[in-house]
């Protein structure tokens, strides 16, 4: 089984319908991520929670928001979806501390707002 | 205005030739520099990193140089197998920063059998 599950893998949807993607880690971390990626944009920072009362925005949060429901899991949500927010979103975890962090990530979910 | 960049959005290698990929940053307080590799319907996975104090490490094929007047590091893959064919993700961290990861765009490598 794979450490960061994220469901649903893929999903469409339409514009102004709210739309919730799913993380679950078996890692034991503390710290978790929510990314998207976008083609010649590389990953981009949406909001992170290091530990379960933490939450943080990232460099493009606006039109998201998250919950952290226990330490294993972290849900992303579009309150209102639009079709800007079409790209491929992935959740990540790590385990905090000093040095570097490396982050472990689940599979994705590819979301398209028509 | 991206802090980390990586100005070439794809390469091609013949298998069992060297493979270099760059990257370059802006901000001079990053402590930390990772590589990730992204195959298709994958998550991204850590391959190798950096510390600034550093200007090389290796690990098997896979050996990343920093450069830190330039602001540039470089990712070379010796030799390459298909196998490696799959997107690079550079990134860099900053301990002020909570040691939150700022990605770059990505290569897309491909290489040749």
């Known amino acids: 089984d794979a450490d960061v599950t994220q469901t649903p893998r893929n999903r469409i949807t339409k514009t102004g319908k709210r739309i919730m993607l799913e993380c679950s880690q078996t890692k034991g971390h503390d710290r978790m991520y929510w990314y998207r990626q976008d083609p010649g944009l590389g990953l981009r920072l949406i909001y992170y929670?290091?530990?379960?009362?933490?939450?943080n925005k990232g460099e493009i949060s606006d039109g998201y928001s998250v919950s952290r429901q226990a330490q294993a899991k972290f849900s992303l949500s579009l309150e209102s979806a639009i079709p800007n927010q079409t790209a491929l979103y992935f959740c990540?975890?790590?385990?905090?501390?000093?040095?570097?962090?490396?982050?472990?990530f689940g599979s994705g979910t590819q979301l398209s707002v028509l | 205005d991206q802090q980390v960049k990586q100005n070439s959005p794809s390469l091609s290698v013949q298998e069992g030739r060297i493979s270099i990929l760059n990257c370059d940053y802006t901000?001079?307080?990053?402590?930390?520099f990772l590589w990730y590799k992204k195959y298709p319907a994958e998550g991204p996975t850590f391959l190798i990193s950096?510390?600034?104090?550093?200007d090389k490490n290796e690990d098997g094929r896979f050996t990343v140089f920093l450069n830190k007047s330039a602001k540039h590091l470089s990712l070379h893959i010796v030799p390459s197998q298909p196998g490696d064919s799959a997107v690079y993700f550079c990134a860099a961290s900053a301990n002020w920063n909570g040691n939150k990861l700022v990605f770059g765009a990505g290569t897309i490598l491909r290489v040749k059998s």
């Open positions: 929670s290091f530990d379960v009362k933490d939450i």
């Open positions: 950096i510390s600034s104090i550093k």
């Open positions: 901000n001079s307080m990053f402590d930390y």
């Open positions: 990540a975890t790590s385990e905090g501390g000093a040095g570097v962090e490396k982050l472990f």
